[in-house]
């Protein structure tokens, strides 16, 4: 079967920068769409700086979000690129962009101009807060969104500080719902002719993603805290000390809470009132954690691992990220890739988790470096070479007008 590119043909202009609309414009192009990445001539996307580490001369960070683009350089405060811009969405089906809310650029590319002129247009605006609101002008950043949507307020251990959640949610969470509504107003387009404005925020996506701690806490009144690695509505669902590290037991039915204590050798707990089913398991949860650290804690990992996965009880030790990219299971799904860098050479990059009939969308073109297609992209929307150098030239000065 052919290399799978539902989006072939799909042109999309991305004037983001940071995470959140980054990611969202690489899984456009892994996806098969033609994406130019318009960044500043002074620096480009800032998260090419945010490092250490670096790889080629731009920052991992940046190196996890931008593969598959083409850089173009244009200083969005002029006129000469801000008509360069237009040229670009002139050509465009679809526009990503995170402008800080009341900045120039977001008035200068307000969409119903850009409706007016381009009516079959897809605009995607990433904010951290949303369109509406008191905090609707505030500007943020994944971690200002964990804490102010409330995931900090469910991360960490009971007795703990809050923690910010591993993985920036905010920021992920906003790419993949605005991924999800640009999708579907493609598809719209396909039927009215016409294309719309889309918005999400870091902060709708994190209320989006409460899921169960929400309508739990909207049936009952009770605001959900810390339970460390604890689920909120299974028991035992969570990490528990071995004698050389922890294990992760995942007990989703009563049948498995009974091959569970069969395996610890703890028939007692199996028939106790206080534990036969999962609602009594989670009203008596510390008692019952008490009974199961105690359990866990007389045989190391390897030894429970193995013996819950013979009895079929889900469990996995801890891995950190060494053990899981060594891992032939992560191998065999072929899900990390190598591209040709033109200045870091071979780079290895995660690709795109969906497959389609068994392939998954080859890796596009590496990272672009800052404005390493500039002269191809603005020769093919006509522009000479004088016209191309001066564009392309880097400012005086520069004040960040974007938020997330």
């Not at 983001?16 to 990611?23: E, N, Q, R, V």
């Not at 906003?174 to 640009?182: E, N, S, T």
Request: glycine share 10%; charged share 20%.
């Amino acid at each position: 079967m052919p290399d799978p590119r539902p989006l072939d043909g799909v042109r999309v202009v991305d004037l983001s920068k940071i995470l959140a609309g980054p990611y969202a414009t690489m899984s456009l192009a892994d996806l098969g769409a033609d994406v130019v990445k318009v960044e500043h001539p002074d620096g480009g996307d800032p998260t090419r700086a945010w490092g250490p580490p670096f790889q080629g001369g731009d920052a991992t960070y940046y190196l996890a979000a931008n593969r598959g683009k083409r850089s173009v350089t244009l200083d969005l405060k002029s006129e000469a690129g801000q008509e360069a811009a237009h040229r670009l969405i002139a050509g465009a089906d679809v526009v990503v962009e995170n402008f800080r809310p009341g900045s120039s650029l977001h008035r200068v590319f307000r969409y119903d101009e850009l409706s007016r002129r381009y009516p079959r247009l897809v605009v995607l605006h990433i904010s951290a807060f949303g369109e509406t609101g008191p905090l609707k002008d505030e500007p943020g950043y994944d971690m200002i969104a964990q804490a102010t949507a409330g995931l900090m307020s469910l991360t960490g251990e009971p007795d703990g500080p809050p923690v910010k959640a591993g993985y920036p949610m905010g920021d992920l969470g906003a790419a993949l719902f605005g991924v999800i509504g640009v999708l579907s107003a493609l598809l719209e387009r396909t039927r009215t002719g016409r294309g719309q404005y889309l918005t999400t925020s870091l902060y709708e996506s994190q209320l989006a993603l409460h899921i169960n701690w929400a309508t739990g806490m909207f049936a009952t009144g009770e605001v959900p805290g810390r339970l460390g690695s604890r689920h909120p509505n299974l028991v035992p669902y969570q990490a528990y000390p071995t004698s050389d590290g922890h294990l992760v037991v995942a007990v989703g039915n009563d049948g498995l809470w009974q091959r569970l204590c069969t395996v610890l050798g703890r028939p007692d707990l199996a028939g106790d009132p206080r534990y036969v089913t999962n609602r009594d398991r989670v009203r008596n949860r510390a008692a019952l954690d008490a009974q199961l650290a105690g359990a866990f804690a007389g045989a190391d990992t390897a030894h429970w691992h193995a013996r819950l996965r013979a009895a079929g009880v889900p469990a996995a030790p801890i891995r950190d990220l060494a053990e899981v990219y060594a891992d032939p299971h992560t191998d065999a799904l072929d899900m990390v890739r190598t591209v040709p860098h033109p200045v870091a050479g071979a780079l290895r990059q995660v690709g795109f988790p969906v497959s389609y009939g068994g392939d998954r969308p080859a890796l596009g073109a590496a990272p672009p470096t800052l404005g390493e297609h500039s002269r191809e992209i603005l020769a093919e929307l006509g522009y000479t070479e004088p016209e191309i150098r001066a564009l392309t030239a880097r400012p005086v000065d520069d004040v960040s007008t974007n938020s997330t």
